[in-house]
């Protein structure tokens, strides 16, 4: 069964702070990373992708991937309230296999 | 607006009544998914083609429910003798090629299906 792991929440985090996401996932196979941030009632939207171990950074958000631990993690910095959401991590799993498997979602609550 | 469409947004039925949804990806992207999603879950995947070709279907999708993509641009979801436990948000998204990292989904504003 390949799995997508997140902790459902919710993560509390004061404005200003920085609010940290965590997924952990099962095929080690797997080749691409999402972040997606869903608003209640509404569709998922992409925030980033990563592919390569390390750290990818755009504006306040930035990917962290570590393929030997088969995790992958999302900081927010400088946290708004209108960061408040679930954040989906999502993968695929390359080699042929298409679409992604999404974890359950983090639900942060951002504290004004 | 270039994005994914879907219709209608909302849709009530009653138990044991046929459904059809519809989704318009972005013009360009020649693969195109289905998703399910139900309250306080991830998207779970359904269905996708690359153009006209249903390539791969998810045990999640029954035989009461049936996807199409006649010419490789829009793509309709039926679902057949609805019930209750349909009741989620269907989502649409599209991509250029697969779900790649320079290649992600984009998702459509879903329809909200219930089931009374």
């Known amino acids: 069964q390949k799995e997508v792991e997140q902790n459902s929440g919710p993560l509390s985090v004061p404005e200003g702070a920085i609010a940290s996401l965590n997924c952990t996932y099962s095929?080690?196979?797997?080749?691409?990373f999402f972040w997606y941030r869903q608003y209640s009632g509404k569709s998922p939207e992409l925030i980033m992708s990563?592919?390569?171990?390390g750290d990818k950074e755009d504006g306040r958000f930035t990917a962290q991937l570590n393929k030997a631990s088969q995790y992958v993690s999302l900081l927010i910095r400088d946290s708004q309230p209108s960061d408040s959401a679930t954040y989906l991590c999502?993968?695929?799993?390359?080699?042929?296999?298409?679409?992604?498997?999404f974890g359950k979602g983090t639900h942060l609550i951002i504290q004004p | 607006d270039t994005g994914v469409s879907q219709n209608p947004r909302h849709k009530i039925t009653k138990r044991g009544q046929n459904v059809t949804f519809r989704c318009d990806p972005i013009?360009?992207?020649?693969?195109l998914y289905w998703y399910r999603q139900t309250l306080g879950q991830g998207p779970e995947f359904l269905t996708y083609?690359?153009?006209?070709?249903?390539?791969?279907k998810s045990r999640l999708l029954s035989d009461r429910f049936s996807a199409e993509r006649p010419k490789g641009s829009f793509s309709t979801l039926e679902i057949q003798r609805t019930e209750q436990g349909d009741s989620a948000m269907y989502l649409c998204?599209?991509?250029?090629?697969?779900?790649?990292?320079?290649?992600?989904?984009?998702f459509g504003n879903g329809t909200r299906l219930t089931v009374t």
């Open positions: 998204a599209s991509s250029l090629v697969g779900a790649t990292y320079n290649s992600p989904l984009h």
């Open positions: 095929d080690r196979g797997s080749q691409s």
């Open positions: 990563i592919y390569s171990n």
């Open positions: 999502a993968v695929n799993l390359g080699g042929g296999a298409d679409g992604l498997t």
């Open positions: 013009s360009e992207h020649n693969r």
């Open positions: 083609f690359q153009n006209e070709a249903q390539l791969e």
